[in-house]
C-alpha cells in the first residue's frame, strides 16, 4: 500500500472515531464577524451562524451551532463544532482534518475509501456524486456508523488547497434524509473561503 493511500486510511478511521456529544454546552465567545458569501451559484442557502477562521480557512456554522465542551481530543473550534440546540439525542457535528498525505485526489478518495470504511466497520459505505466546494471539485462519501450502540451517518468532502487535503466531516442523525445531509452540508461548504 503506499504511503498516500495509507493516508487516506489514517484519515478515514479518524474521521469514524469522532461521535456526537451528548451533554448540553455552553459555547465560548465566537467572532461577529460577517463572512460575505462567495458567489457559487449554488441551490444551497448559505449557514448563517457563527464563523470559524482558521489560520488556513473560515467557514460559517448553522445557526445554533457552535462549540461543545468535550469535544474530541485534538480538535478545537476551528477544528469541531456541533448543533447546540439539540438537548437530547445525537448532536449533529461537523469536524475537519488535514490529510497526513498533502494532495489526495477524488479518485484516490473513491478507489480505496469505500473498501476501508467497510473495513473499519461502516456499513452503507457509498461515493456519491463529486461537488465542488471551496473553488475544487471534491470526492462525497457517505457511510452508516454504529458506534457504542449509537447509529449515525457521516457525510465527507475532501478540499485541496496549496497541495494539502482538508476533510471535511458531518455526522448526522442516522435517520436524516440524505436531501437534509446534503443542504446541511453545502450550506457549510458554500461559505468556505482559503485565507
Partial sequence: MSRRRASVVLVLLTGLAL???AAPAQAPETSAVETPAPDTGAEFSPAAGDT???EQYTLTLPDGWGFPDGAPEGFDETTFAADLTIEDGYRDNVNILV???GEVTSEQVEEAGVAQLEEA???DVQALDRVTAAGSESAH???RVDQGGTPYVIDQFY???AGQTYIVTFASDAEKPQAERDALAQSV???WQWV
Fill in 19 to 21: 461521535t456526537g456529544c
Fill in 52 to 54: 470559524i477562521a482558521a
Fill in 99 to 101: 490529510s497526513p498525505g
Fill in 121 to 123: 466497520g461502516a456499513s
Fill in 141 to 143: 462519501l457517505t457511510a
Fill in 159 to 161: 478540499l485541496v488547497n
Fill in 189 to 191: 461548504l458554500v461559505t
